[in-house]
């Protein structure tokens, strides 16, 4: 017989996800029908259940039950789909419309430079928006066009992460990737391994020392033999 809670909880389910309000354990095969019923980005779907993005893959095709509180945000979230945490980016207009009050003359595909992609794409999110765009893309636009909103002197440093970002990947004319892409032309500056070493080298002098000053601290102390 179906309980008070559940006929409560099933008021405000949506019908497709109707098993959420019933008295049987959820596994990870409802989780995914809940992450795909939201069209939960992979970020997001960590963010809301707290669970590290690369455990989602093994969680969803489980079959034993989840955990008990991964459970009850899924249950709550469907009582409550508006507090599920989302990144909105803004829409190819507004951002272009910020850019260029920042700078005005910039192009409209410099979009594309702009998200680390190329004019190419910049021309395609003109047309298609950024809705299908690589979730680090949209948090891209989300974060730039806030960051804009708040003061355009930010923009002079967005530009400069822009070009230091082209110099690191050795963009021809860096100071013009926001017009001419060309992220990805010429193999990328890497941290120097012998670098690397050296500073943890030296990061260990001190402690080397101070074993060699102890050792030769008890050699002078020690207690003559016989």
Do not use: C
């Not at 980005?41 to 989602?56: D, Q, V």
């Not at 060309?182 to 391994?193: A, D, F, H, T, V």
């Amino acid at each position: 017989m179906e309980s008070r809670q559940e006929k409560k909880l099933k008021y405000k389910t949506p019908y497709n996800l109707i098993e959420f309000a019933d008295k049987k354990a959820l596994t990870g095969a409802q989780m995914k029908k809940f992450l795909d019923h939201y069209g939960l980005k992979l970020t997001e779907s960590g963010h809301a259940l707290g669970i590290n993005t690369s455990a989602l893959y093994g969680k969803k095709k489980a079959q034993e039950p989840l955990h008990p509180s991964v459970s009850l945000l899924l249950r709550l979230y469907t009582q409550f789909d508006h507090m599920l945490p989302r990144i909105k980016p803004p829409s190819t207009d507004e951002l272009i419309d910020i850019i260029q009050a920042a700078e005005p003359g910039l192009p409209r595909y410099a979009i594309g430079p702009l998200l680390g992609l190329e004019p190419t794409s910049g021309h395609r999110l003109n047309t298609n928006g950024l809705d299908t765009a690589a979730q680090s893309t949209r948090i891209l636009a989300w974060l730039i066009h806030t960051l804009l909103k708040q003061s355009l002197k930010n923009w002079d440093t967005i530009k400069s992460a822009l070009i230091v970002e082209a110099m690191a990947r050795n963009t021809p004319n860096p100071e013009n990737v926001l017009r001419e892409g060309g992220w990805n032309k010429n193999p990328p500056n890497l941290p120097s391994q012998r670098a690397s070493n050296a500073s943890d080298t030296d990061s260990n002098e001190p402690a080397k020392a101070g074993l060699i000053r102890r050792k030769v601290t008890r050699k002078k102390t020690a207690a003559p033999e016989g």
